[in-house]
T-cell receptor, first 112, second 112 residues
Framework: RKEVEQDPGPFNVPEGATVAFNCTYS??????FFWYRQDCRKEPKLLMS???SGNEDGRFTAQLNRASQYISLLIRDSKLSDSATYLC?????????????FGQGTELSVKP | DAGVIQSPRHEVTEMGQEVTLRCKPI?????LFWYRQTMMRGLELLIY????????DSGMPEDRFSAKMPNASFSTLKIQPSEPRDSAVYFC??????????FGSGTRLTVV
C-alpha cells in the first residue's frame, strides 16, 4: 500500500464547477498535512496547509479526518487558472526530520 | 528572498559522463531535500539533510548517485556515470522542520 494515495484523475470540469479531491495516508503518526499545486513543467508549490479543524482560503477548503486518515480539498467556482496537478502531502513519522511524503497527484483540467 | 536556487536549469549529457546538480537553500532553513520526478514514478525522495547531516539516503537509486552538503548554503547531487534512465527533473527543496517545503525550479536532465 502506498503511504499517500490520491484519486487517480484526471478531472475534467467546466468553469464554475465545484470539484473535490480525496487522499488517504497510511501512517497514523503523521502530524502535518499539505496540499501542493504543480503546473506543467514547473516545481510544486505549497497551496495550503491542512489543519484538524479544517481551513479555508478563498475558494479552497481543506479538511482532515484523523480517525479515517483522510484528507480532502474542495475547489469552488473553479477557474481556468486552477488547471494543474494537485499533490496531497503528509509528513513522515515525527522523528524523521521533516520528511514529507507526496502522493502521485491528481490532474485537474478546467474547461471554458 | 531569492528562494531555493538550482543550477543548471537544463542539462544534456552523454551516457557515462559525470553530472553535478547544485542547490542553494533558503537562508535559515535547516532541512534540504533532493527529489526526482518522472511521469512513471512521480516525485521520489532521493536523500535529505538536517543541519547539513544526511539523515536518510534510502531513496538514492544506486552507488552511482551521491549527495553532499558541505555547509548550510550549498548542496550537490552527483551522478557518475550517468545513464539514460537517469533522465528526469531533479528538484531540490528546503524547509524548517515540520513546515512545508519550498522547491527550486528544478534541473531537467537528459542523458543520451
Amino acid at each position: 500500500r502506498k503511504e499517500v494515495e490520491q484519486d487517480p484523475g484526471p478531472f475534467n470540469v467546466p468553469e464554475g464547477a465545484t470539484v473535490a479531491f480525496n487522499c488517504t495516508y497510511s501512517n497514523s503518526a503523521s502530524q502535518s498535512f499539505f496540499w501542493y499545486r504543480q503546473d506543467c513543467r514547473k516545481e510544486p508549490k505549497l497551496l495550503m496547509s491542512v489543519y484538524s479543524s479544517g481551513n479555508e482560503d478563498g475558494r479552497f477548503t481543506a479538511q482532515l479526518n484523523r480517525a479515517s486518515q483522510y484528507i480532502s480539498l474542495l475547489i469552488r467556482d473553479s477557474k481556468l487558472s486552477d488547471s494543474a496537478t494537485y499533490l496531497c502531502v503528509v509528513n513522515a513519522a515525527h522523528n524523521q526530520g521533516g520528511k514529507l511524503i507526496f502522493g502521485q497527484g491528481t490532474e485537474l483540467s478546467v474547461k471554458p | 528572498d531569492a528562494g531555493v536556487i538550482q543550477s543548471p536549469r537544463h542539462e544534456v549529457t552523454e551516457m557515462g559522463q559525470e553530472v553535478t546538480l547544485r542547490c542553494k537553500p533558503i537562508s535559515g532553513h535547516n532541512s534540504l531535500f533532493w527529489y526526482r520526478q518522472t511521469m512513471m514514478r512521480g516525485l521520489e525522495l532521493l536523500i535529505y539533510f538536517n543541519n547539513n547531516v544526511p539523515i536518510d539516503d534510502s531513496g538514492m537509486p544506486e552507488d552511482r548517485f551521491s549527495a553532499k552538503m558541505p555547509n548550510a548554503s550549498f548542496s550537490t547531487l552527483k551522478i557518475q556515470p550517468s545513464e539514460p534512465r537517469d533522465s528526469a527533473v531533479y528538484f531540490c527543496a528546503s524547509s524548517l522542520v515540520n513546515y512545508g517545503y519550498t522547491f527550486g525550479s528544478g534541473t531537467r536532465l537528459t542523458v543520451v
